[in-house]
């Protein structure tokens, strides 16, 4: 570069340095950044993105020219290496540090937790830093052990901190060019807002677990006519195997197999049906039980089918609420569209159900 004419002979020779070990701090990154990423998964931590780069020469020559005497070689610059790995939850923030306190060795004298600032305008360079070296027992070449002297930078934020960082960059609010006081006071009151979001988004979160916790409890209780119907109580309530038995006892009319499917668009239809809690699908189940199973043996008890799929169950208890409750060939075909998707087809098949069904015993009682 040109411009190293103009530096002292001290930051030549640092960037001297830096030149030769460009290919590995470019290894580096590269090794770190697929680590990371396998370790998350490992954790079961979904992270918004990993992003990575290497210092520009440019750019580490302002900085030595600005701070070059405290280093006595290129290793002592602690962020050439630079990796940022965006959370989408703030509380996310720690599980990604100690994902890296298990893989990496942390220099904690260098690194800095900018969370506990508490000016106006720093929402978006509340990262956490930590400088780190990795281990051989993370990664190790031997024809290249300077991969295991660097160390490097990474930094943890959230996805609105991050876009926060960025945005407030291109104002310029950051590059020493004064701007009006209203601006600075509109900004502040963005980040403020941000903050906001940002912590009201893991507090939904950790309220949706604390739900999710409570409903797998009533649901194991057997408490169910306490549990709304949603999606988070439904799939629940599928893990107990609520049309299991039905199920088993149908598919024994033709000692079939059992070809276990996706239940969940049921979950619509019983809402259609106007059910609001689980009490009430398991009343359904209990209730029109033996009337689901006379469905099953008029349709397939004299047929050689050796393969029912697990919704038959739950579809014929369908089949039986509508009938029994005074609905006909209308809601059949309302049943079949939710579940399958509106069809020419539906309408017929709704008929044809209209007249199996017409003469069985639960019809009559």
Same mark, same amino acid.
């Given at each position: 570069?040109?411009?190293?004419?103009?530096?002292?002979?001290?930051?030549?020779?640092?960037?001297?340095?830096?030149?030769?070990?460009? #290919?590995?701090?470019?290894?580096?990154?590269?090794?770190?950044?697929?680590?990371?990423?396998?370790?998350?998964?490992?954790?079961?931590?979904?992270?918004?993105?990993?992003?990575?780069?290497?210092?520009?020469?440019?750019?580490?020559?302002?900085?030595?020219?600005?701070?070059?005497?405290?280093?006595?070689?290129?290793?002592?610059?602690?962020?050439?290496?630079?990796?940022?790995?965006?959370?989408?939850?703030?509380?996310?923030?720690?599980?990604?540090?100690?994902?890296?306190?298990?893989?990496?060795?942390?220099?904690?004298?260098?690194?800095?937790?900018?969370?506990?600032?508490?000016?106006?305008?720093?929402?978006?360079?509340?990262?956490?830093?930590?400088?780190?070296?990795?281990?051989?027992?993370?990664?190790?070449? #031997?024809?290249?052990?300077?991969?295991?002297?660097?160390?490097?930078?990474?930094?943890?934020?959230?996805?609105?901190?991050?876009?926060?960082?960025?945005?407030?960059?291109?104002?310029?609010?950051?590059?020493?060019?004064?701007? #009006?006081?209203?601006?600075?006071?509109?900004?502040?009151?963005?980040?403020?807002?941000?903050?906001?979001?940002?912590?009201?988004?893991?507090?939904?979160?950790?309220?949706?677990?604390?739900?999710?916790?409570?409903?797998?409890?009533?649901?194991?209780?057997?408490?169910?006519?306490?549990?709304?119907?949603?999606?988070?109580?439904?799939?629940?309530?599928?893990?107990?195997?609520?049309?299991?038995?039905?199920?088993?006892?149908?598919?024994?009319?033709?000692?079939?197999?059992?070809?276990?499917?996706?239940?969940?668009?049921?979950?619509?239809?019983?809402?259609?049906?106007?059910?609001?809690?689980?009490?009430?699908?398991?009343?359904?189940?209990?209730?029109?039980?033996?009337?689901?199973?006379?469905?099953?043996?008029?349709?397939?008890?004299?047929?050689?089918?050796?393969?029912?799929?697990?919704?038959?169950?739950?579809?014929?208890?369908?089949?039986?609420?509508?009938?029994?409750?005074?609905?006909?060939?209308?809601?059949?075909?309302?049943?079949?569209?939710?579940?399958?998707?509106?069809?020419?087809?539906?309408?017929?098949?709704?008929?044809?159900?209209?007249?199996?069904?017409?003469?069985?015993?639960?019809?009559?009682?």
């Amino acid at each position: 570069m040109n411009s190293t004419l103009t530096l002292d002979s001290r930051t030549q020779e640092l960037l001297q340095q830096y030149r030769q070990l460009l #290919p590995i701090y470019e290894q580096m990154v590269e090794i770190i950044s697929e680590k990371l990423t396998e370790f998350f998964a490992e954790a079961g931590i979904i992270v918004a993105a990993v992003e990575h780069r290497v210092k520009k020469e440019n750019s580490l020559a302002g900085k030595l020219q600005l701070k070059g005497s405290k280093y006595n070689s290129v290793h002592d610059v602690t962020d050439i290496v630079g990796i940022r790995v965006i959370t989408f939850y703030t509380d996310d923030v720690d599980k990604v540090a100690s994902v890296l306190e298990r893989l990496f060795e942390i220099d904690w004298e260098n690194s800095i937790d900018k969370r506990k600032a508490h000016e106006i305008d720093s929402f978006g360079y509340l990262s956490l830093h930590y400088i780190c070296r990795m281990p051989e027992s993370t990664y190790t070449d #031997p024809k290249q052990p300077e991969l295991n002297q660097i160390r490097f930078e990474v930094q943890m934020r959230t996805v609105l901190q991050h876009a926060w960082a960025n945005m407030n960059h291109d104002t310029g609010y950051k590059s020493g060019v004064e701007i #009006p006081k209203v601006y600075k006071r509109n900004l502040s009151r963005l980040a403020g807002m941000l903050e906001l979001v940002d912590d009201e988004f893991s507090r939904i979160r950790h309220e949706l677990a604390d739900y999710r916790r409570q409903v797998q409890s009533l649901v194991a209780s057997g408490n169910l006519s306490e549990v709304l119907l949603d999606g988070d109580s439904f799939q629940s309530y599928l893990q107990i195997g609520p049309f299991d038995a039905l199920t088993r006892r149908i598919a024994s009319i033709n000692q079939a197999e059992i070809q276990q499917v996706n239940l969940s668009p049921f979950l619509r239809l019983f809402e259609n049906m106007g059910f609001k809690t689980l009490g009430d699908i398991d009343a359904l189940v209990k209730n029109y039980f033996e009337a689901a199973y006379q469905i099953a043996c008029f349709q397939i008890g004299l047929t050689d089918i050796d393969i029912l799929s697990s919704s038959v169950a739950p579809q014929n208890l369908c089949t039986a609420y509508i009938l029994k409750n005074g609905g006909g060939c209308k809601e059949l075909k309302q049943m079949l569209d939710t579940l399958s998707g509106p069809s020419d087809g539906n309408e017929a098949m709704a008929r044809f159900l209209m007249e199996q069904t017409k003469d069985l015993p639960f019809m009559n009682q």
